[in-house]
């Protein structure tokens, strides 16, 4: 009898995170095993304990939300996931290790475009993180990211473009053609942590120009 | 430029530090079967005084360089990651020679960032060699974190 290779069960089981909201995935091969059920525990890198996570044992689904247990940003982590078959078949599997200041992605900004007859303004709002600070205020991206910053494009029919940035969060972009339209695109950067968003993108068509000349 | 309390130190960009670590860094993490270990552990590294920080950064750099990454660079072949390996110790080298930790500040600064020091030495002393040289160039990122709160752009 030779022994089935447990091991084929379980793949992929790692962190995906983004703007420090850290979820926990795997795959399994085959994709689905009828009755097949997953259990998640984690720990802190230095630490000997590994802690159950509530809410993610003997699931079915291929997912579990650690941004709780993994918020601190100075600490290191691990997780693993145990897949267990109807047959009783086991095996776990654990991730690499784990930061969030390092690994968590930048999603693009939230922004409001604004137009004028020859101006559009850009009001960029803070992002809001899970992460919480001592006194337990929820920290935004720029708390975070000391050096965080925002780059700002205005492309004017494809082949122009104007450019802003800093760390404010209110732009205009002047001295624009009435009733045209533009496309703007902002992005946050993180130059220490070589991180970069993808941008939030506005189409926006200046007013008319009602003035008598 | 990097600013250890008393100790300026110009020409070094962190974010490169970063990305050649990045480069190496899933590889030995991963040949790092104790997770229960943690040789940079929150005692040597948490609340360090600016008057500390010159004193610890240079023990901890000269450590890296003499202990660590010497004794690691067959291995670094092995895996071929000479280019990005070269990178930091190259500037490791580089902030250590810049680095004059002041000969009359309190004794007692210098004393407890050897105290500090200390802790990350013995722990690495008590792991089997080839364990422990892998388990410290693991935990370049953890240093490098450390690094950047002393970081201005």
Redesign the interface.
């Known amino acids: 009898h030779i022994a089935e290779d447990s091991s084929e069960l379980l793949q992929h089981v790692k962190f995906q995170s983004s703007n420090f909201e850290n979820i926990l995935t795997w795959e399994s091969e085959p994709e689905s095993i009828p009755g097949m059920v997953y259990s998640v525990e984690y720990k802190t890198y230095g630490e000997t304990q590994w802690l159950a996570k509530a809410g993610c044992q003997q699931i079915t689904r291929k997912s579990c939300n650690l941004t709780v247990e993994t918020g601190n940003l100075t600490e290191l982590y691990y997780a693993r996931v145990t897949a267990v078959t109807p047959g009783g078949r086991s095996t776990t599997k654990r991730t690499e290790r784990f930061n969030s200041r390092q690994h968590t992605t930048i999603r693009p900004p939230d922004v409001t475009c604004i137009p004028t007859v020859r101006s559009i303004r850009m009001t960029i709002h803070p992002t809001l993180t899970p992460v919480h600070s001592g006194d337990g205020h929820r920290l935004t991206l720029e708390e975070i990211f000391q050096d965080l910053f925002y780059h700002l494009e205005l492309h004017v029919n494809g082949t122009y473009q104007m450019h802003l940035g800093g760390k404010q969060h209110e732009y205009e972009f002047s001295g624009l053609t009435p009733d045209t339209e533009f496309l703007g695109s902002i992005a946050i950067l993180v130059p220490t942590w070589s991180k970069e968003s993808a941008p939030y993108v506005c189409r926006v068509t200046t007013l008319p120009d009602r003035t008598w000349t | 430029e990097f600013q250890f309390g008393p100790c300026q130190v110009e020409g070094v960009a962190?974010?490169r530090l970063?990305?050649a670590f990045?480069t190496m860094k899933?590889t030995v993490?991963?040949q790092?079967n104790i997770?229960?270990?943690?040789l940079l552990?929150?005692e040597v590294l948490?609340n360090v005084s600016d008057a500390e920080s010159c004193y610890l950064i240079h023990d901890l750099l000269k450590f890296y360089l003499n202990t660590v990454f010497k004794n690691y660079h067959r291995k670094i072949v092995e895996l071929k990651m000479l280019p990005s390996f070269s990178t930091l110790a190259n500037n490791f080298l580089f902030i250590t020679s810049k680095l004059q930790p002041s000969k009359n500040e309190t004794l007692s600064a210098s004393d407890s960032a050897h105290r500090r020091f200390l802790l990350f030495k013995r722990a690495f002393k008590q792991l089997e060699i080839e364990v422990a040289l892998t388990k410290a160039f693991?935990e370049v990122?953890?240093l490098l974190?450390w690094m950047?709160k002393f970081?201005r752009?």
């Open positions: 962190l974010p970063w990305e990045r899933d993490q991963a790092d997770t229960s270990i943690r552990q929150r948490q693991g990122d953890i974190t950047g970081y752009l």
